[in-house]
């Protein structure tokens, strides 16, 4: 099974961005979770991670060309903003999970949008790192039925 993570901007800056939010782990951290879980679990995996809204479109676009079986996706600030990586989730019509660090629901009024989260069968959030594996889990037994 072929899986991409993706992560949207400023969360190359985990473990030293808004710690009381985020906490103290660092983004090379996450991606270490990440890899050792898949090793185990037998996922090919791409993590990928951009500070740009093109550049994660297109990593989307190109996961549907690579048959990629699923994505996890974690678009940060862009989740409230981009139709584009809405349309984008949609057009490649792969399974895809949202992953958010923090418990969003609980946060700011401009927070509450999920774009993404339109083309997502599942949503997890205030998990930290967690949510990924769990949104991996999910994917992985979903892939396997
Ligand atoms: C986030 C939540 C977003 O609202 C925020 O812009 C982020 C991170 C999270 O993982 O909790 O950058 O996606």
Redesign the pocket.
């Known amino acids: 099974m072929k899986v991409l993570v993706i992560n ?4 190359n800056m985990l473990g030293i ?1 808004e710690k009381h ?2 906490g103290t782990e660092t983004y090379a951290d996450l991606k270490n979770l990440i890899h050792d879980y898949c090793q185990k679990e037998g996922i090919d995996v791409d993590i990928f991670q951009s500070n740009h809204e093109g550049a994660l479109v297109d990593h989307i676009q190109t996961a549907y060309f690579n048959e990629t079986d699923a994505i996890v996706i ?7 903003t981009s139709v584009a990586i809405l349309d984008a989730l949609k057009a490649v019509n792969l399974p895809a999970v949202e ?6 629901g609980s ?2 009024d401009f ?1 509450q949008i999920s774009y993404a989260g339109m083309a997502c069968e599942k949503t997890i ?2 998990k930290g790192f967690q ?1 990924y594996i769990e949104a991996l889990a999910y994917l992985k037994e979903k892939y396997q039925k």
């Open positions: 949207g901007p400023n969360l961005r939010i985020y974690n678009p940060a600030a862009y989740t409230h992953v958010h660090l923090s418990d969003v946060r700011e927070r959030t205030g949510g």
